[in-house]
């Protein structure tokens, strides 16, 4: 049988991670490293924009 609510959870998250992942690259510029080393280590957007001064 198949499931709608897991396709569209998979794919939502899919497209947050993507936007999180462009932004990082955007607001870092290649500066902080990889942005899945980083999300791996506890990189938080929010307080990595903090910490930009976003």
Not at 18 to 46: H, I, Q, S, V
């Amino acid at each position: 049988m198949y499931n709608d609510d897991y396709y569209d959870d998979y794919y939502d998250s899919s497209d947050d991670n993507d936007y999180e992942r462009d932004t990082f690259y955007a607001l870092t510029d290649g500066n902080y490293g990889d942005y899945e080393d980083w999300k791996e280590n506890g990189g938080d957007m929010d307080s990595l924009m903090d910490c930009l001064g976003y």
